[in-house]
């Protein structure tokens, strides 16, 4: 029998693609934007993830994917949740003891005050209004559980962070489904060789396929910010597609069209506003990284001053890069004059677009989906063709 004691949050932005009326905000048309939300400016999204597949096990894929796992790592946790809930396809009504509220429920079994105590995964569905059967809901209160998700009702969640970071260091189905198993599942009756068995069916079955990417934000779309994740934390502080301003220079230029996500943060990082901050790219690195906590001594501003730090500072891992495939998520990209954070491929809904990185431009543009390039030859909004560093963070 498993004990855990597990939940989360997660939502999905939706945006959509809108031009410009005499009805939308005078400021918009007032500086030109050429890409705005029709809400003018106010942030739309979920409190609930509603992510779909062929099954239950391709869902459970995307979401861990989505927040950081590799294929391998996910099918070593699927693998898991296949053995836990007695079935191939991940039965998220399984129950120990069916219509009573004893024994092991759900994809994880969870029992006693994992399930039905105050943080237990039956009053996680309570407070969303959902079944506790229901499979988005589990992997939320999953998600939550290892602190890849926004607080519910003010709990935090985190309680079991360690099983997912020790999961993460694996590299192959087996491994992954082992560590899941002893440092997130810790069950009384292990079936190891069931668990890596299907473990290593799923990866084969989805090794070949494009599975999609989730977006994992905040439970009221008030903060954005993933604690120690850079690329989630990028995402959500950024509009998913490029929005281009008229230029401007005052000290609150852009705030009315940034995510209203990112001026919270901007203001909880920053001590001061000035000088456009809200269209700073090197304001928008240093605000990704301070308020996720993973440098809380990154540079506030000046790519000039943050680009001898990351050259200098044992956290992090410096080079250039001449293709896109040594790349991770999560790098970020540095040169004197500009900066932005690479994130991995996904596809803008509100332009159908495809974008592999999140930054800003001064006076020109809030946070939002940027192009990829190396160096800035050839790239309007970069006056030399010098070559950027990658600094990717490493710890210390």
Sequence with gaps: MIKKRVGLLLSLFVFILSSHTASANPFFLSNDILVLNPNDGLSVCSTSLNVTGSSNVEIVLKVLTSAG??????????GNLVVESASETINPAAEEFPGQDRGGKGVVQWTADRWRGADGLRAFAEYKGTDWSDMNTQMEFILWEVGKGAAWNGKPGGAERRGWQATIQETTPSAAAETWMLTYERPGTPHLDRRIAAANRIYQQFSSQQLGEVTIGTDNCGGGVVAGNITSTAKNLAWPHKVSIKRGTSDRYGEDVAKPEYVKAVEEVHSSINQAMFTDCGVFVSTVMRSSGVDPEYPLRGTSTQLPYVLSSSKYKTFTAQSESELQPG????????????????????DNKEYKAVGASWYTRPPSGHDLYLSGEGNGDISTSSAFTVARYIGG
């Design 69 to 78: 796992m590799s294929l391998e790592q996910a099918a070593g946790v699927a």
């Design 331 to 350: 790098d970020i990209m540095i040169r004197d004059g500009h900066t932005y954070i690479y994130v991995g491929s996904y596809t803008a809904p509100e």
